[in-house]
Every structure is written in structure tokens, then in C-alpha cells.
Nanobody, 115 residues
Framework: QVQIVESGGGLVQPGGSLRLSCAAS????????MGWYRQAPGKQRDLVAT???????DYADSVKGRFTISRDSAENTVYLQMNSLRPEDTAVYYC?????????WGQGTQVTVSS
């Protein structure tokens, strides 16, 4: 079965950096896009960044210039480099992979930005 595992979250001070990784195991057909979403307590799960199979990227306005999404050549791993972190970036970050009309989600990794 398909399993999505995120890693790299943790506690970081404002202005610091973290690099999240998302590794997919199992077979996913027709991968279209991979992305990161986040959900803060009491809020909706929002898009952070996505990258398509063609390499096109999209970012939420709140993270532009600070976060960078990337993937490996096999498109089985996606990363999120987060720089200049702010307290408002605190959330559970979820990896998502779209394969055909299916969406695969990880369990999430906690990112806490606090001094």
C-alpha cells in the first residue's frame, strides 16, 4: 500500500530554518503534483506550496520568498525548505501527492516557531 511519511519538523526560533521531507513508498500511478499543506489549531488546512510533474511551483502569498518546494528526479520525494520562519508558520504540515484522481496524505509533522 501507499505510505507517505513526513519528517523534519520540530521547534525552531523565529528567523530560523527547517527542511521538511516527504517520502512516498508503494506504487503511485500518474503522479501529477506534490505539495505541502498546513493546518493550525482551529483553522482550515491551507496550501503552502505545490510542484507539478512539469516543475511548475505555486506558493501561498504568506510564504513567498521564504519557502522553497522541490522534488527529486523520480518524483517520489518532495521537500520544503523553510527560511525566515515566523510564529504564524506554526502548524502541522502535511505532504500530499496527487496521482491521477487520487490524493495521498501523510500523517503530518509539527512545526513550532517560538522564541
Amino acid at each position: 500500500q501507499v505510505q507517505i511519511v513526513e519528517s523534519g519538523g520540530g521547534l525552531v526560533q523565529p528567523g530560523g530554518s527547517l527542511r521538511l521531507s516527504c517520502a512516498a513508498s508503494g506504487i503511485i500511478f500518474s503522479v501529477y503534483a506534490m505539495g505541502w499543506y498546513r493546518q493550525a489549531p482551529g483553522k482550515q488546512r491551507d496550501l503552502v506550496a505545490t510542484i507539478t510533474s512539469g516543475g511548475s511551483t505555486d506558493y501561498a502569498d504568506s510564504v513567498k520568498g521564504r519557502f522553497t518546494i522541490s522534488r527529486d528526479s523520480a518524483e517520489n520525494t518532495v521537500y520544503l525548505q523553510m527560511n525566515s520562519l515566523r510564529p504564524e508558520d506554526t502548524a502541522v504540515y502535511y505532504c500530499n501527492i496527487r496521482g491521477g484522481n487520487r490524493y495521498y496524505w501523510g500523517q503530518g509533522t509539527q512545526v513550532t516557531v517560538s522564541s
